[in-house]
């Protein structure tokens, strides 16, 4: 391309305080865990639309049979019933036990990855530099690999892009990146450069969160998890509803626990459908009752946990060696 003279300001995303302090804090305070939001609210609506689908299969159930009540004795039946399941199914098993319970796991399964979420959260130079260090010495070749492919596909797409006239200072200031570029003749490879590098706060995520993955695909899996520990797993947020259950990734105990209630309730449904109404309605009420008065604890937990910005005083009932463990404490 041409010559000529161009200026490129620092990129830099907007912070809330004074650049100086943010980029000391960022370079030697640790930052705290972090929590995706989505992942936690889908874990508790799972968990409430599961129990939302129980009531909904048995109401017409109850709604027809009730009629078939014909002795005060079985309305009696019916409001011990009701009584019964929301003292020892709604108060004594969910709002003292399942219900915190499930929440406090969706706010322990929804931890991020350290390394990406400290990326994400906050991105100055001094961080980024520091952190890549960290990435270098933790991953080696892997970290080259994936820095210097992502550059290359960086450097090309700007040189495309300028090459055809795109306004690309434009395209970065959506994105709260700032960048100017002075001179009427500025050769194209130049240009390209110069915004590559200004697009660091957008490139340097993607590069933190695959160098992982990298080193997987290279053979170095096994010596990162050793060195560094259990990571989250994307299939415990996949899965979330289950896992707040406590289906998987519990304590023995829990485990073993989630699953027999599940199939006891499974064998009791089986055993209520054999009933002649109207007690079969009359049970099936109580089922209601418990598991409606289940989705509103949980709701409700969940509510107050969001208020508070932190997990209920609940145990999670994780297995020794959980990725969740120190973030669980933290909450």
Request: glycine share 10%.
């Amino acid at each position: 391309g041409g010559g000529g003279r161009f200026s490129l300001r620092g990129a830099r995303l907007p912070r809330r305080s004074s650049e100086e302090d943010q980029g000391q804090q960022a370079s030697s305070a640790p930052l705290a865990p972090s929590r995706s939001t989505a992942v936690q609210a889908w874990g508790v609506l799972g968990v409430s639309a599961y129990l939302s689908y129980g009531v909904k299969k048995v109401v017409p159930i109850v709604v027809n049979g009730v009629g078939a009540i014909d002795a005060a004795w079985q309305w009696g039946f019916l409001a011990a019933t009701l009584v019964f399941f929301a003292y020892v199914e709604g108060y004594k098993g969910f709002t003292k036990g399942f219900a915190p319970r499930v929440v406090s796991r969706a706010w322990a399964v929804s931890k991020r990855a350290e390394d990406a979420e400290r990326t994400w959260r906050y991105y100055n130079v001094r961080a980024a530099a520091k952190l890549a260090k960290e990435l270098f010495k933790k991953y080696g070749v892997a970290y080259l690999f994936t820095s210097i492919s992502l550059s290359l596909v960086s450097f090309t797409l700007m040189y495309t892009l300028v090459s055809r006239g795109v306004d690309v200072p434009a395209l970065l200031a959506a994105v709260g990146i700032k960048c100017s570029v002075a001179g009427k003749k500025v050769g194209t490879a130049a240009l390209a450069y110069a915004l590559h590098k200004a697009a660091s706060p957008v490139r340097f995520p993607p590069t933190v969160a695959l160098t992982p993955a990298v080193a997987r695909w290279m053979g170095k899996g096994d010596e990162e998890a050793a060195a560094s520990g259990p990571k989250p797993s994307i299939w415990h947020k996949i899965f979330a509803p289950a896992f707040c259950i406590g289906y998987f990734h519990g304590t023995r105990k829990r485990v073993i626990s989630s699953w027999c209630v599940t199939t006891i309730i499974f064998a009791v449904v089986v055993g209520v459908k054999r009933l002649p109404n109207p007690y079969r309605a009359i049970i099936d009420a109580g089922v209601i009752v418990g598991l409606a008065w289940g989705v509103v604890s949980i709701l409700i937990i969940y509510a107050r946990s969001l208020q508070a910005g932190k997990a209920p005083s609940f145990d999670p009932s994780l297995p020794e060696g959980s990725p969740y463990a120190a973030a669980a404490e933290a909450a």
